[in-house]
């Protein structure tokens, strides 16, 4: 036997014996390739005539649009048939997931995320409305939806979490791991969002699955959400749906690189975190936090006092004012 059939045998044995492919005779994955395709198209019917390769006449919106909506509804229908019935197959199924009706429960998901959709269209336009007001780089509304990375990744995360409220396995993951590679930053599905979030720079950004963030929140890039540690089972293995990830209160500014964890961790309302800041413990409305040698400091914000407004040499140095 050749080297090439030797490797091919062994391939094929460890399919069988160490796992890792495809359900092939049985209902196949989400398809990558067509939930890629499908988070494009969200963002075309999210914003229309921003991504289209050709200009856009008004009168043929209408068309376009009933197309369009039309393709990503059987679409979306078929990859949550795909993730529903991917579910009932596994240890975890619960005896609701096994009385489901796949096919039927698909459609129901697949109409009701896309009724979502003008209001998603009203949210996220708050969004940009946020990155217009917060970044005096920008000088027009039309290039923060073409050029922002922040647009895509909270536009997908909020559909995604529509399809992850109503259940779905797997789907909502994948649509904000596309936005996950096209931009840096990692929102998990699971995270709930206020109104008027941005993310400047949108780079190396980490938002876990309990995190809670308020409205007119504003970050900035290597910001991590994340959890302190892993809550374990008799058999060690982590426990699922805890809530893990800090809250964050409205009107909140936290600059670059900070790290906040812990599922009892709060940040309050009208506070700032400055950069490089180190968070295991909550800190009341209207604070401030940065480091100042080596010590870590949370004091009340003065009357009025916003982060540049600082005057302390060293108060200056630990926040990266200017990006």
Known sequence: MTSFENTLHALLRSYETEGGINHLDGS????????????????????PGFFE??????????????????????????????????????????????????????IEIASTVLARLPELRRIVQTDVQAAYAGDPATRHVEEIILAYPCVLVISLQRFAHELYRLGVPLLPRMITEYAHERTGTDIH???????????DHCTGVVIGET???????????????GAKSFEVDTDGNPVKGVKRHPDVGDHVTIY?????????TRIGA??????????????????IAYYKNENLVVRSRKRREAAVECRK???????NWSI
């Open 28 to 47: 196949n994955l989400p398809s990558e390739a067509s939930i890629n395709r499908l988070a494009a198209d969200v963002m075309h019917l999210l914003f």
């Open 256 to 264: 670059a690189h900070a790290t906040i964890l812990g599922g009892d």
């Open 211 to 225: 995190a809670t963030i308020g409205h007119h929140v504003k970050i900035y890039q290597g910001v991590t959400l």
């Open 313 to 319: 040499q060293d108060e200056l140095q630990a926040w």
């Open 53 to 106: 390769p050709e200009p856009l006449a008004r009168d043929s919106v209408p068309a376009l649009t009933r197309r369009r909506l039309a393709e990503v509804h059987e679409r979306l229908r078929i990859e949550v048939e795909k993730s529903l019935n991917f579910v009932r197959g596994t240890p975890a199924a619960t005896p609701t997931d096994l009385a489901v009706d796949p096919a039927q429960r698909a």
């Open 270 to 287: 009208q506070s700032i975190v400055g950069a490089n800041v180190w968070l295991l413990e909550s800190i009341p409305d209207n604070s």
């Open 189 to 199: 599905p699971g995270a709930r969002i206020g109104e008027y979030f941005f993310i």
